[in-house]
Protein backbone atom coordinates (compact mmCIF):
# COMPACT_ATOMS: atom_id res chain seq x y z
CA UNK A 1 0.00 0.00 0.00
CA UNK A 2 1.05 3.10 -0.82
CA UNK A 3 0.77 6.57 0.88
CA UNK A 4 -1.69 8.01 -1.30
CA UNK A 5 -2.30 11.20 -3.36
CA UNK A 6 -1.28 13.16 -0.06
CA UNK A 7 1.52 10.98 0.89
CA UNK A 8 3.25 12.66 -2.16
CA UNK A 9 2.18 16.07 -2.35
CA UNK A 10 2.47 17.74 1.37
CA UNK A 11 2.82 18.05 4.37
CA UNK A 12 2.70 21.38 4.44
CA UNK A 13 5.62 22.35 6.26
CA UNK A 14 8.24 24.84 7.14
CA UNK A 15 11.38 24.45 5.78
CA UNK A 16 14.24 23.68 4.71
CA UNK A 17 14.08 19.84 5.13
CA UNK A 18 11.27 17.31 5.98
CA UNK A 19 13.67 15.23 8.36
CA UNK A 20 15.51 18.77 9.81
CA UNK A 21 12.64 20.55 10.48
CA UNK A 22 9.10 18.98 10.32
CA UNK A 23 10.28 15.41 11.92
CA UNK A 24 11.48 17.53 14.55
CA UNK A 25 8.62 20.08 15.39
CA UNK A 26 6.67 16.63 15.58
CA UNK A 27 9.66 15.72 17.73
CA UNK A 28 9.33 18.85 19.92
CA UNK A 29 5.45 18.07 19.68
CA UNK A 30 6.35 14.64 21.34
CA UNK A 31 8.57 15.72 23.90
CA UNK A 32 5.64 18.35 24.71
CA UNK A 33 3.22 15.34 25.58
CA UNK A 34 5.47 13.19 26.70
CA UNK A 35 6.57 15.76 29.87
CA UNK A 36 3.06 15.99 30.48
CA UNK A 37 2.70 19.86 31.36
CA UNK A 38 4.35 23.06 30.55
CA UNK A 39 8.04 22.57 30.03
CA UNK A 40 10.68 24.40 32.04
CA UNK A 41 13.50 23.18 30.73
CA UNK A 42 14.67 21.35 27.87
CA UNK A 43 18.29 20.04 26.49
CA UNK A 44 18.58 18.20 23.27
CA UNK A 45 20.90 15.34 22.73
CA UNK A 46 21.69 16.14 18.53
CA UNK A 47 22.85 12.98 16.71
CA UNK A 48 24.48 12.14 13.62
CA UNK A 49 23.39 14.48 10.62
CA UNK A 50 20.97 16.23 13.30
CA UNK A 51 24.33 17.50 15.13
CA UNK A 52 26.29 18.58 12.18
CA UNK A 53 23.87 20.41 10.86
CA UNK A 54 21.07 21.83 13.08
CA UNK A 55 21.39 25.35 12.81
CA UNK A 56 21.77 25.59 9.60
CA UNK A 57 18.84 23.55 8.87
CA UNK A 58 16.83 25.08 11.75
CA UNK A 59 16.21 21.81 13.56
CA UNK A 60 16.94 23.32 16.71
CA UNK A 61 13.99 26.44 15.85
CA UNK A 62 11.90 23.33 14.65
CA UNK A 63 12.23 20.83 17.95
CA UNK A 64 11.45 24.18 19.96
CA UNK A 65 8.55 25.20 17.99
CA UNK A 66 7.20 21.21 18.54
CA UNK A 67 8.13 21.85 22.18
CA UNK A 68 6.04 25.02 22.11
CA UNK A 69 2.99 23.49 20.45
CA UNK A 70 3.18 24.52 17.44
CA UNK A 71 2.27 22.27 14.02
CA UNK A 72 4.67 21.87 11.42
CA UNK A 73 3.54 24.57 9.08
CA UNK A 74 3.55 27.45 11.64
CA UNK A 75 5.48 30.39 10.47
CA UNK A 76 6.22 31.00 14.27
CA UNK A 77 8.93 28.59 14.05
CA UNK A 78 11.39 30.36 12.87
CA UNK A 79 11.12 32.52 16.10
CA UNK A 80 10.40 29.51 18.19
CA UNK A 81 14.14 30.08 20.44
CA UNK A 82 12.98 33.96 21.02
CA UNK A 83 9.44 32.91 22.03
CA UNK A 84 10.84 30.04 24.36
CA UNK A 85 13.07 32.57 25.95
CA UNK A 86 10.01 34.63 26.45
CA UNK A 87 8.69 31.52 28.38
CA UNK A 88 11.78 31.58 30.83
CA UNK A 89 12.35 28.20 28.68
CA UNK A 90 15.81 26.97 29.34
CA UNK A 91 17.09 25.50 26.45
CA UNK A 92 20.36 23.72 25.27
CA UNK A 93 21.77 22.22 22.66
CA UNK A 94 24.23 19.96 22.66
CA UNK A 95 25.75 17.73 19.85
CA UNK A 96 26.58 14.22 20.90
CA UNK A 97 27.53 11.13 19.60
CA UNK A 98 24.32 8.83 20.32
CA UNK A 99 25.41 5.44 19.26
CA UNK A 100 24.26 3.53 16.89
CA UNK A 101 21.23 5.48 15.81
CA UNK A 102 19.62 6.50 12.64
CA UNK A 103 21.82 9.48 11.59
CA UNK A 104 19.00 11.81 12.59
CA UNK A 105 18.29 10.88 16.03
CA UNK A 106 17.93 13.58 19.35
CA UNK A 107 17.85 12.68 23.31
CA UNK A 108 15.63 15.11 24.93
CA UNK A 109 15.65 15.61 28.54
CA UNK A 110 13.01 17.44 29.74
CA UNK A 111 11.89 19.10 33.20
CA UNK A 112 8.11 20.29 33.76
CA UNK A 113 7.20 22.98 35.59
CA UNK A 114 5.98 20.45 38.41
CA UNK A 115 9.81 19.36 38.25
CA UNK A 116 8.85 15.93 37.03
CA UNK A 117 11.95 14.52 34.38
CA UNK A 118 11.56 12.80 31.40
CA UNK A 119 13.34 11.97 28.64
CA UNK A 120 13.05 10.68 25.13
CA UNK A 121 15.12 9.33 22.09
CA UNK A 122 13.50 10.10 18.79
CA UNK A 123 14.60 10.00 15.07
CA UNK A 124 13.36 11.58 12.58
CA UNK A 125 13.39 9.13 9.45
CA UNK A 126 12.78 10.50 5.86
CA UNK A 127 9.66 13.00 5.02
CA UNK A 128 9.16 14.10 8.27
CA UNK A 129 8.04 10.81 9.37
CA UNK A 130 9.52 9.83 13.06
CA UNK A 131 9.60 7.26 15.30
CA UNK A 132 10.08 7.34 19.17
CA UNK A 133 12.38 4.99 20.21
CA UNK A 134 12.65 4.89 23.78
CA UNK A 135 10.70 7.01 26.57
CA UNK A 136 12.06 7.65 30.23
CA UNK A 137 14.75 4.77 29.50
CA UNK A 138 11.74 2.16 28.30
CA UNK A 139 12.16 1.26 24.45
CA UNK A 140 9.27 2.61 22.63
CA UNK A 141 7.83 2.47 19.25
CA UNK A 142 5.48 5.70 18.54
CA UNK A 143 4.91 7.16 14.73
CA UNK A 144 3.15 10.00 15.90
CA UNK A 145 0.53 8.31 13.25
CA UNK A 146 -1.99 7.15 15.71
CA UNK A 147 -2.85 8.34 19.32
CA UNK A 148 -0.91 6.83 21.97
CA UNK A 149 -1.28 6.57 25.28
CA UNK A 150 1.85 5.88 27.69
CA UNK A 151 1.08 4.00 31.16
CA UNK A 152 3.63 3.53 33.69
CA UNK A 153 2.49 1.10 36.33
CA UNK A 154 3.58 -1.26 39.06
CA UNK A 155 4.82 -4.81 37.27
CA UNK A 156 2.07 -7.15 38.64
CA UNK A 157 -0.24 -9.68 37.32
CA UNK A 158 -3.58 -8.76 35.59
CA UNK A 159 -1.97 -5.11 34.36
CA UNK A 160 -2.39 -5.05 30.70
CA UNK A 161 -5.51 -7.17 30.58
CA UNK A 162 -7.07 -3.90 32.85
CA UNK A 163 -6.31 -1.98 30.69
CA UNK A 164 -7.04 -3.61 27.69
CA UNK A 165 -11.01 -4.41 29.15
CA UNK A 166 -11.20 -0.76 29.50
CA UNK A 167 -9.81 -0.50 25.72
CA UNK A 168 -12.41 -2.41 24.76
CA UNK A 169 -14.99 -1.22 26.85
CA UNK A 170 -14.82 2.06 25.34
CA UNK A 171 -14.59 0.58 21.66
CA UNK A 172 -11.06 1.61 21.29
CA UNK A 173 -8.79 -0.21 18.37
CA UNK A 174 -5.54 -1.20 19.48
CA UNK A 175 -2.89 -0.95 17.01
CA UNK A 176 -0.08 -2.07 18.68
CA UNK A 177 0.88 -2.92 22.24
CA UNK A 178 4.24 -2.37 24.07
CA UNK A 179 5.15 -3.41 27.77
CA UNK A 180 8.50 -3.84 29.18
CA UNK A 181 9.46 -3.14 32.62
CA UNK A 182 12.50 -2.12 34.62
CA UNK A 183 13.09 -5.29 37.20
CA UNK A 184 10.56 -7.83 38.11
CA UNK A 185 8.04 -6.47 40.55
CA UNK A 186 8.13 -2.77 40.07
CA UNK A 187 7.84 -0.46 37.74
CA UNK A 188 6.53 -1.33 33.68
CA UNK A 189 5.58 0.65 30.67
CA UNK A 190 2.89 -0.02 28.78
CA UNK A 191 2.50 2.19 25.16
CA UNK A 192 -0.43 1.70 23.68
CA UNK A 193 -1.05 3.11 20.15
CA UNK A 194 -4.95 3.13 18.69
CA UNK A 195 -7.16 4.11 15.44
CA UNK A 196 -8.63 7.05 15.81
CA UNK A 197 -8.66 9.83 18.80
CA UNK A 198 -8.04 9.02 22.58
CA UNK A 199 -11.37 10.21 24.15
CA UNK A 200 -10.40 13.03 27.14
CA UNK A 201 -11.99 10.79 29.99
CA UNK A 202 -10.23 8.09 29.17
CA UNK A 203 -6.67 9.28 31.04
CA UNK A 204 -8.46 9.35 33.95
CA UNK A 205 -10.30 6.24 33.53
CA UNK A 206 -7.02 4.40 33.14
CA UNK A 207 -5.57 6.19 35.85
CA UNK A 208 -8.07 4.74 38.16
CA UNK A 209 -6.48 1.24 38.28
CA UNK A 210 -5.20 0.10 41.13
CA UNK A 211 -1.91 0.10 40.28
CA UNK A 212 -1.04 3.04 37.84
CA UNK A 213 1.41 5.70 37.94
CA UNK A 214 1.17 7.77 35.38
CA UNK A 215 -0.11 7.99 31.96
CA UNK A 216 0.80 10.96 29.18
CA UNK A 217 -1.70 10.97 26.15
CA UNK A 218 0.22 11.22 23.01
CA UNK A 219 -1.85 12.42 20.07
CA UNK A 220 -1.40 12.14 16.57
CA UNK A 221 0.66 15.00 15.03
CA UNK B 1 -5.74 0.74 -7.04
CA UNK B 2 -2.83 0.50 -9.09
CA UNK B 3 0.96 0.17 -8.32
CA UNK B 4 2.48 1.09 -11.85
CA UNK B 5 1.77 3.35 -14.62
CA UNK B 6 0.57 -0.13 -16.58
CA UNK B 7 -2.28 -0.25 -14.51
CA UNK B 8 -3.30 3.31 -14.08
CA UNK B 9 -3.15 3.74 -17.83
CA UNK B 10 -5.25 0.51 -17.85
CA UNK B 11 -7.50 2.04 -15.18
CA UNK B 12 -7.95 5.52 -17.10
CA UNK B 13 -8.91 3.47 -20.47
CA UNK B 14 -11.14 1.14 -19.02
CA UNK B 15 -13.25 4.16 -17.66
CA UNK B 16 -12.61 6.40 -20.51
CA UNK B 17 -11.18 8.89 -17.61
CA UNK B 18 -8.15 11.22 -17.09
CA UNK B 19 -5.45 10.28 -14.60
CA UNK B 20 -6.28 13.06 -12.39
CA UNK B 21 -9.66 11.77 -12.44
CA UNK B 22 -8.60 8.38 -11.57
CA UNK B 23 -6.57 9.90 -8.83
CA UNK B 24 -9.07 11.45 -7.04
CA UNK B 25 -11.54 8.63 -7.07
CA UNK B 26 -9.28 6.53 -5.76
CA UNK B 27 -8.05 8.67 -2.95
CA UNK B 28 -11.43 9.29 -2.02
CA UNK B 29 -12.42 5.95 -1.51
CA UNK B 30 -9.24 4.79 -0.11
CA UNK B 31 -9.53 7.52 2.66
CA UNK B 32 -13.73 7.26 2.84
CA UNK B 33 -13.98 10.63 2.11
CA UNK B 34 -15.65 11.96 -0.63
CA UNK B 35 -14.15 13.81 -3.99
CA UNK B 36 -15.38 17.46 -2.50
CA UNK B 37 -13.08 16.74 0.22
CA UNK B 38 -10.14 15.62 -1.33
CA UNK B 39 -10.00 18.49 -4.31
CA UNK B 40 -10.56 21.08 -1.22
CA UNK B 41 -7.37 19.31 0.68
CA UNK B 42 -5.65 20.03 -2.41
CA UNK B 43 -6.93 23.57 -2.70
CA UNK B 44 -5.40 24.12 0.84
CA UNK B 45 -1.70 22.95 -0.61
CA UNK B 46 -2.12 24.98 -3.91
CA UNK B 47 -2.79 28.33 -1.68
CA UNK B 48 0.21 27.68 0.06
CA UNK B 49 2.21 26.90 -2.79
CA UNK B 50 1.01 29.52 -4.58
CA UNK B 51 2.26 32.10 -2.03
CA UNK B 52 5.71 30.25 -1.54
CA UNK B 53 6.12 30.82 -5.81
CA UNK B 54 5.25 34.31 -5.73
CA UNK B 55 7.26 35.76 -2.64
CA UNK B 56 10.59 35.82 -3.48
CA UNK B 57 10.39 37.17 -6.97
CA UNK B 58 10.42 41.31 -5.79
CA UNK B 59 11.78 40.79 -2.36
CA UNK B 60 15.06 38.94 -1.26
CA UNK B 61 14.79 36.68 1.66
CA UNK B 62 18.49 35.27 3.13
CA UNK B 63 18.48 31.57 3.88
CA UNK B 64 19.02 30.33 7.54
CA UNK B 65 22.11 29.18 7.07
CA UNK B 66 23.33 32.53 5.51
CA UNK B 67 24.37 30.81 2.38
CA UNK B 68 22.09 32.70 -0.31
CA UNK B 69 19.70 34.98 -1.50
CA UNK B 70 17.75 36.50 -4.02
CA UNK B 71 18.34 34.33 -6.86
CA UNK B 72 14.68 34.41 -7.90
CA UNK B 73 14.65 37.96 -7.42
CA UNK B 74 17.68 38.36 -9.63
CA UNK B 75 16.16 35.88 -12.88
CA UNK B 76 12.66 37.96 -12.02
CA UNK B 77 14.79 41.04 -12.56
CA UNK B 78 16.45 39.58 -16.02
CA UNK B 79 13.25 38.34 -17.73
CA UNK B 80 12.08 41.75 -17.35
CA UNK B 81 14.74 43.45 -19.63
CA UNK B 82 13.87 40.90 -22.51
CA UNK B 83 16.82 39.66 -23.45
CA UNK B 84 16.16 36.45 -22.36
CA UNK B 85 17.04 33.06 -24.69
CA UNK B 86 14.55 30.27 -23.30
CA UNK B 87 11.07 31.37 -23.16
CA UNK B 88 9.40 33.52 -21.04
CA UNK B 89 7.22 30.86 -19.95
CA UNK B 90 10.22 28.54 -18.81
CA UNK B 91 12.30 30.82 -17.01
CA UNK B 92 8.77 32.46 -15.23
CA UNK B 93 8.60 28.70 -14.41
CA UNK B 94 12.38 28.97 -12.78
CA UNK B 95 11.71 32.25 -11.32
CA UNK B 96 8.65 30.50 -9.78
CA UNK B 97 10.99 27.08 -8.85
CA UNK B 98 13.90 29.51 -7.43
CA UNK B 99 11.15 31.68 -5.37
CA UNK B 100 9.15 28.45 -3.76
CA UNK B 101 12.89 27.45 -2.59
CA UNK B 102 13.62 30.59 -1.38
CA UNK B 103 10.65 30.24 0.74
CA UNK B 104 12.20 26.98 2.08
CA UNK B 105 15.65 27.48 2.74
CA UNK B 106 14.48 30.68 4.78
CA UNK B 107 12.19 28.57 7.01
CA UNK B 108 8.62 30.04 5.59
CA UNK B 109 5.71 27.68 4.62
CA UNK B 110 5.68 24.93 1.42
CA UNK B 111 4.33 22.32 0.57
CA UNK B 112 6.56 19.13 -0.21
CA UNK B 113 6.63 18.05 -3.27
CA UNK B 114 7.49 15.16 -3.20
CA UNK B 115 9.89 16.44 -0.79
CA UNK B 116 11.10 20.14 0.93
CA UNK B 117 14.01 20.13 -1.12
CA UNK B 118 12.31 19.77 -4.69
CA UNK B 119 9.51 21.72 -3.66
CA UNK B 120 9.72 24.01 -6.24
CA UNK B 121 9.64 21.99 -9.49
CA UNK B 122 5.73 20.70 -9.55
CA UNK B 123 4.16 23.88 -7.92
CA UNK B 124 6.24 26.21 -10.51
CA UNK B 125 5.36 24.03 -13.80
CA UNK B 126 2.09 23.67 -12.98
CA UNK B 127 1.24 27.49 -12.13
CA UNK B 128 2.93 28.96 -15.09
CA UNK B 129 1.51 26.63 -17.88
CA UNK B 130 -2.09 27.81 -15.62
CA UNK B 131 -1.40 31.40 -16.42
CA UNK B 132 0.08 31.06 -20.01
CA UNK B 133 -3.81 28.87 -20.71
CA UNK B 134 -5.91 30.95 -18.18
CA UNK B 135 -6.67 27.65 -16.44
CA UNK B 136 -9.30 27.55 -13.87
CA UNK B 137 -8.49 26.72 -10.34
CA UNK B 138 -10.20 22.94 -10.79
CA UNK B 139 -8.06 22.03 -13.99
CA UNK B 140 -4.96 23.20 -11.59
CA UNK B 141 -6.47 20.84 -8.69
CA UNK B 142 -6.29 17.87 -11.43
CA UNK B 143 -2.96 18.62 -11.99
CA UNK B 144 -1.34 18.02 -9.08
CA UNK B 145 -3.69 14.83 -8.84
CA UNK B 146 -2.19 14.02 -11.66
CA UNK B 147 1.47 14.91 -10.40
CA UNK B 148 0.84 13.14 -7.27
CA UNK B 149 -0.45 9.90 -8.86
CA UNK B 150 2.86 9.57 -10.82
CA UNK B 151 4.73 10.07 -7.77
CA UNK B 152 3.17 7.51 -6.01
CA UNK B 153 3.92 5.22 -8.75
CA UNK B 154 7.51 6.26 -8.22
CA UNK B 155 7.12 5.94 -4.41
CA UNK B 156 5.39 2.42 -4.88
CA UNK B 157 8.41 1.10 -7.27
CA UNK B 158 11.41 2.99 -6.63
CA UNK B 159 12.26 5.97 -3.89
CA UNK B 160 11.67 9.46 -3.56
CA UNK B 161 14.31 10.39 -1.19
CA UNK B 162 17.64 11.73 -2.47
CA UNK B 163 19.43 9.64 0.38
CA UNK B 164 18.15 6.41 -0.95
CA UNK B 165 18.30 7.16 -4.91
CA UNK B 166 20.29 10.66 -5.44
CA UNK B 167 18.63 13.63 -6.47
CA UNK B 168 17.43 12.15 -9.63
CA UNK B 169 15.04 10.17 -6.84
CA UNK B 170 14.07 13.97 -5.63
CA UNK B 171 14.03 16.89 -8.23
CA UNK B 172 14.26 13.90 -11.14
CA UNK B 173 10.75 12.89 -9.95
CA UNK B 174 9.31 15.95 -9.25
CA UNK B 175 9.89 17.01 -12.44
CA UNK B 176 8.32 13.36 -14.27
CA UNK B 177 5.38 14.39 -12.52
CA UNK B 178 5.27 18.28 -13.52
CA UNK B 179 5.90 16.45 -16.85
CA UNK B 180 2.74 14.57 -16.98
CA UNK B 181 0.80 17.07 -15.12
CA UNK B 182 0.99 19.67 -17.46
CA UNK B 183 0.43 17.28 -20.79
CA UNK B 184 -2.66 16.70 -19.38
CA UNK B 185 -3.61 20.62 -18.53
CA UNK B 186 -2.38 20.69 -22.01
CA UNK B 187 -4.89 17.81 -23.45
CA UNK B 188 -2.29 15.74 -23.83
CA UNK B 189 -3.21 11.69 -23.90
CA UNK B 190 -2.63 9.58 -21.05
CA UNK B 191 0.32 7.90 -23.54
CA UNK B 192 1.89 11.85 -23.99
CA UNK B 193 1.92 11.98 -19.91
CA UNK B 194 3.82 9.21 -19.46
CA UNK B 195 6.07 9.63 -22.71
CA UNK B 196 6.69 13.38 -20.88
CA UNK B 197 7.52 11.92 -17.30
CA UNK B 198 9.73 9.24 -18.89
CA UNK B 199 12.19 11.53 -21.07
CA UNK B 200 11.90 13.66 -17.90
CA UNK B 201 13.46 11.04 -15.64
CA UNK B 202 15.72 10.03 -18.08
CA UNK B 203 17.52 13.02 -18.88
CA UNK B 204 18.42 13.16 -15.12
CA UNK B 205 19.22 9.51 -14.68
CA UNK B 206 22.26 8.94 -11.95
CA UNK B 207 21.78 12.50 -11.16
CA UNK B 208 23.42 12.33 -7.74
CA UNK B 209 22.88 14.15 -4.18
CA UNK B 210 25.74 16.07 -3.29
CA UNK B 211 23.97 19.58 -0.82
CA UNK B 212 27.03 21.31 0.42
CA UNK B 213 27.84 21.08 4.06
CA UNK B 214 24.79 18.33 3.97
CA UNK B 215 22.15 21.39 3.61
CA UNK B 216 18.86 21.35 1.34
CA UNK B 217 20.29 23.93 -0.37
CA UNK B 218 23.38 24.07 -2.53
CA UNK B 219 22.92 22.98 -5.54
CA UNK B 220 19.38 22.32 -5.03
CA UNK B 221 18.14 25.35 -5.84
CA UNK B 222 19.79 25.32 -9.56
CA UNK B 223 18.70 21.43 -9.90
CA UNK B 224 14.54 22.65 -8.67
CA UNK B 225 15.58 25.21 -11.80
CA UNK B 226 17.02 22.43 -14.25
CA UNK B 227 14.32 20.22 -13.10
CA UNK B 228 11.29 22.97 -14.12
CA UNK B 229 12.97 23.23 -17.47
CA UNK B 230 13.23 19.83 -18.03
CA UNK B 231 9.93 18.52 -17.57
CA UNK B 232 8.75 21.50 -19.53
CA UNK B 233 10.91 20.80 -22.40
CA UNK B 234 9.87 16.87 -21.85
CA UNK B 235 6.10 18.47 -22.38
CA UNK B 236 6.83 19.62 -25.60
CA UNK B 237 8.74 16.80 -26.92
CA UNK B 238 5.52 14.51 -26.27
CA UNK B 239 3.18 16.98 -27.23
CA UNK B 240 4.81 16.65 -30.64
CA UNK B 241 4.71 13.39 -30.64
CA UNK B 242 7.91 12.38 -29.56
CA UNK B 243 7.69 8.98 -27.63
CA UNK B 244 10.22 7.52 -24.93
CA UNK B 245 11.18 4.29 -26.12
CA UNK B 246 11.67 2.99 -22.32
CA UNK B 247 8.21 2.80 -20.63
CA UNK B 248 7.74 4.58 -17.46
CA UNK B 249 7.66 1.70 -15.26
CA UNK B 250 11.16 0.51 -16.51
CA UNK B 251 12.50 3.59 -16.29
CA UNK B 252 11.53 3.94 -12.68
CA UNK B 253 13.10 0.64 -12.21
CA UNK B 254 15.96 1.70 -13.80
CA UNK B 255 16.16 5.00 -11.99
CA UNK B 256 15.82 3.00 -8.52
CA UNK B 257 18.75 0.28 -9.85
CA UNK B 258 20.83 3.27 -11.16
CA UNK B 259 19.87 5.00 -7.17
CA UNK B 260 20.90 2.32 -5.20
CA UNK B 261 24.62 1.85 -7.18
CA UNK B 262 25.27 5.25 -6.17
CA UNK B 263 28.12 5.33 -3.47
CA UNK B 264 26.91 6.61 -0.14
CA UNK B 265 28.84 9.90 -0.63
CA UNK B 266 26.38 10.74 -3.43
CA UNK B 267 23.81 10.23 -1.48
CA UNK B 268 22.40 13.20 0.95
CA UNK B 269 25.79 13.09 2.76
CA UNK B 270 27.36 15.96 2.02
CA UNK B 271 29.82 14.00 1.07
CA UNK B 272 31.04 13.74 -2.50
CA UNK B 273 30.06 15.63 -5.65
CA UNK B 274 30.24 18.78 -5.29
CA UNK B 275 30.10 18.81 -1.05
CA UNK B 276 33.40 17.26 -1.88
CA UNK B 277 35.02 20.00 -3.92
CA UNK B 278 37.09 22.53 -2.22
CA UNK B 279 35.04 25.32 -2.68
CA UNK B 280 32.24 22.99 -1.06
CA UNK B 281 34.67 21.79 2.28
CA UNK B 282 35.18 25.42 2.84
CA UNK B 283 31.72 26.57 3.05
CA UNK B 284 30.81 23.40 5.19
CA UNK B 285 34.58 24.53 7.57
CA UNK B 286 32.87 28.07 7.60
CA UNK B 287 29.08 27.10 8.77
CA UNK B 288 29.78 24.36 10.85
CA UNK B 289 33.63 25.10 12.00
CA UNK B 290 34.90 21.84 11.11
S1 LIG C 1 20.91 17.56 -4.20
FE1 LIG C 1 20.04 16.19 -2.68
S2 LIG C 1 19.28 17.51 -1.06
FE2 LIG C 1 19.57 18.79 -2.89
S3 LIG C 1 17.58 18.76 -3.93
FE3 LIG C 1 18.81 17.12 -4.82
S4 LIG C 1 18.20 15.32 -3.63
FE4 LIG C 1 17.54 17.10 -2.43
Redesign the interface.
Given at each position: M?????????????????S???GAVRIGRMCRSVARGDIAAATFFLHG?FA??Y????TD?ALVGGLLGMNT?D?R??NSLELAKKENMKIQFLPTNLGNYHPNTVRAEMVNKNGDTCNLIASSI???EIQIISVNGFPANISGIYDALIIRHMDKVGMISKIAALFEKNKLNIVSLYNNRESKGKIAITIIEIDGDVPEYLADLVSKIDGILSISVVNKI | MYNNANELKLLCREQGKRISDV??EI?AM??EITVEE?RA??E??ID?MNVACHKTLNKAIP???G?TSGDAKKLNDYIEKKQNLCSDHALKGVAFALSCFE???????????????S?GI?PACIFVVADKINANKDAVIDA??T???V??II??NAT??G?EGGCQAECGSASA?AAAAVVEMRGGTIDQSFHAASMTLKNVMGQVCDPI?????VPCAKRNAIGVVNALLCVDLALAGIKSFVPFDEVVAAMYEVGKSLPCELRET?LGGLAGTPTGIAIRKK??GK
Amino acid sequence: MGRGLFGILGPSMIGPSSSHTAGAVRIGRMCRSVARGDIAAATFFLHGSFAQTYKGHGTDRALVGGLLGMNTDDERIINSLELAKKENMKIQFLPTNLGNYHPNTVRAEMVNKNGDTCNLIASSIGGGEIQIISVNGFPANISGIYDALIIRHMDKVGMISKIAALFEKNKLNIVSLYNNRESKGKIAITIIEIDGDVPEYLADLVSKIDGILSISVVNKI
Amino acid sequence: MYNNANELKLLCREQGKRISDVAIEIEAMENEITVEEVRAKFEKFIDIMNVACHKTLNKAIPSISGLTSGDAKKLNDYIEKKQNLCSDHALKGVAFALSCFEVNTSMGRIVAAPTAGSCGIVPACIFVVADKINANKDAVIDAFATASAVGSIIEKNATLSGAEGGCQAECGSASAMAAAAVVEMRGGTIDQSFHAASMTLKNVMGQVCDPIAGLVEVPCAKRNAIGVVNALLCVDLALAGIKSFVPFDEVVAAMYEVGKSLPCELRETGLGGLAGTPTGIAIRKKIFGK
